[in-house]
């Protein structure tokens, strides 16, 4: 591997770390465009999206990368470790096939090079499929094996191995040396705690064993802009409070935006704590400056350039809108949305940490609406009293734009469909889409042909109304009907904000907005029969934990017309099946 190519590789073994998988994913595949054939930087591409939950692209993405059949035995453990994945989330019925062709992979490497993460991951996959004894067996040949390298890696799996062969206390042992050893990063703590969970589970032992290897806290962080009455002083104390707090805490990761006052306090704090803040920004870094910084005093403008050379910068791509603050908001909500996937990701908690007044919001954007956003999707937060005093909060005139869900349909090859072909589209199909949508209730819909336009207030009656519509068109009921099956339909959904505005030429009431665009042009690279989402609708599903949905990530595609290559994810229902959830029926943390 060159130079280049092996920065290029420490970096994304550097976001898998961190348990920043879309990072990695991302990295990966750029680096993959300039040396195709390197099969460690396509082995991390599909690592991460797996590690990340999103199963179905990693199998899609293992498969188009040509890495299956390689003889590199973490290449075929990868494989097994996928088919795992994919039976896991699979209907009661058909998990018990996969599980045995991932332990039949796993098996083999096992017995071809008798490394013991393979063994033992074989012996684990014997326990799910309902053979104790032979599990205990197979866990004991590994554990005869075993050679203790170290690192974490050997310390792991000789802990799940003595759990599978019925000796819990050697695991305990085992795993109290693993969560000692430094080289153990969150990526493979989470990997760890959910094989354990499954043999826990499966042996119907107590879940206690998981205390030993807790998962690191992942940070939202929020706060006010400096006053004319600033002063060192009582920064100082500022610092202070926001040590502790994070001294006490101890995030892993960090996400945030970097305007002058809060924000730089804390990412300075978590900086001299080894913790590079992820920031999410609402416009190119010299326009934010002139808009949040400079206006400040230059020392501020110092500090952000300090903050930000150690920090990773994602850039939204919201423009500001006369009259309402709803760019801000949207990026605040994403920051939010994004840290609650990285703490999904690490099986941990999420935090938010806010340098706020107290005082209620006054607007669609600002701290008050942050903590407000945050604590109603049940997560913690914790406010540090903001030590000066502030002005009465202006009372924001109502916006003239406002949040929306858009889900954006279409039908290919619909124009290809003759006069008899349309014909029996507009009698049963047709009928099913209207009765799809009007159980929905949507604010606004629009149709032409094949394609549909609909506006929601909630993400989660778009999300049903998608859903409802994919199943309204499949295969079986469109040659029912006498139309091809190519017709299944390709979904979008994207949040944002929409301007009401009259139609003269059409004469109703309506809804424009850049949101409506990006989702019709997320839809032309939708896989038929399935439902693609933007960031921003990802990240709302993340603030919103009991509406049952969850995105996959699918990497970053190039959309159509020319519109731009965006971070897009395959929406799905969440798994609720007996690996899934705990014994009380709740998601798993």
């Not at 104790?132 to 050997?154: Q, T």
């Not at 807790?214 to 802009?225: E, K, N, R, W």
């Not at 707090?245 to 704090?269: H, K, R």
């Amino acid at each position: 591997m060159s130079g280049e190519h092996g920065a290029c590789l420490a970096r994304v073994l550097d976001f898998e770390a961190r348990g920043l998988f879309f990072s990695a994913h991302d990295a990966a595949m750029v680096a993959l465009d300039e040396a195709p054939a390197d099969r460690r930087l396509a082995f991390h591409a599909v690592l991460a999206l797996a590690r990340s939950g999103a199963t179905a692209p990693a199998l899609s993405l293992f498969q188009r990368l040509g890495l299956q059949g390689a003889d590199d035995p973490e290449v075929a453990a990868l494989e097994a470790r996928l088919l795992k994945d994919r039976a896991l989330d699979a209907p009661a019925a058909a998990r018990a096939g996969l599980l045995a062709r991932s332990r039949d992979l796993y098996l083999a490497v096992w017995r071809e090079r008798g490394i013991g993460y393979h063994g033992v991951n074989a012996a684990t996959l014997t326990l799910l499929i309902g053979d104790p004894a032979g599990a205990a067996v197979l866990a004991s040949e590994v554990i005869a094996a075993h050679r203790d390298d170290g690192d974490y890696w050997s310390a792991a799996t000789l802990a799940e191995a003595h759990l599978v062969a019925g000796d819990t206390l050697r695991a305990f042992t085992a795993l109290d040396v693993a969560a000692s050893r430094p080289d153990g990063d969150a990526a493979m703590r989470a990997a760890t705690r959910r094989q354990l969970r499954r043999v826990l589970r499966a042996l119907r032992l107590s879940q206690d064993l998981l205390s030993i290897l807790p998962a690191p806290l992942t940070l939202h962080f929020c706060g006010h802009l400096p006053g004319t009455d600033w002063d060192a002083e009582r920064e100082a104390q500022l610092s202070q409070a926001i040590d502790a707090a994070l001294d006490q805490e101890a995030p892993g990761a960090a996400f945030g935006s970097l305007a002058a006052g809060a924000d730089i306090l804390v990412a300075e704090a978590l900086i001299r704590r080894g913790v590079r803040p992820n920031l999410v920004l609402p416009m190119p870094l010299d326009r934010f400056v002139a808009r949040s910084v400079s206006p400040f005093g230059e020392g501020w403008v110092q500090r952000f350039e300090a903050c930000r050379a150690v920090s990773e910068v994602t850039m939204v791509d919201e423009p500001p809108f006369p009259g309402d603050d709803l760019d801000l908001a949207l990026v605040s909500r994403r920051a939010m949305g994004l840290a609650h996937l990285r703490a999904r990701h690490i099986e941990g908690k999420a935090l938010q940490i806010a340098l706020w007044d107290g005082r209620p919001p006054a607007g669609a954007a600002g701290t008050a609406r942050d903590a407000v956003v945050w604590q109603q999707g049940g997560s913690r937060l914790r406010r540090i009293e903001w030590p000066w005093a502030r002005r009465s909060a202006f009372v924001q005139a109502p916006a003239p734009r406002q949040l929306k869900s858009v889900l954006f349909g279409d039908l290919p090859s619909f124009g290809n469909l003759d006069d008899a072909a349309l014909a029996a589209f507009y009698g049963a199909p047709m009928a099913a889409m209207g009765a799809a949508i009007d159980a929905a209730k949507p604010d606004y819909r629009n149709a032409w042909g094949d394609a549909v336009q609909i506006v929601f207030g909630d993400i989660r009656a778009a999300a049903r109304c998608a859903f409802a519509l994919r199943a309204a068109l499949t295969p079986a009921r469109l040659t029912a009907a006498g139309l091809p099956e190519v017709l299944v339909p390709r979904l979008a959904l994207d949040f944002g904000p929409l301007l009401p505005v009259r139609d003269a030429v059409q004469g109703v009431e309506k809804f424009a907005g850049r949101v409506m665009t990006r989702a019709a042009r997320v839809e032309p690279v939708t896989p038929p029969g399935h439902v693609f989402a933007t960031e921003a609708f990802a990240c709302e599903v993340a603030l919103s934990p009991e509406a049952g949905l969850a995105c996959d990530y699918s990497g970053r595609i190039a959309v159509a017309k020319g519109f731009g290559i965006l971070p897009l994810y395959a929406l799905r229902k969440e798994a609720h099946d007996a690996d899934a959830t705990g014994e009380d029926g709740r998601r798993a943390p």
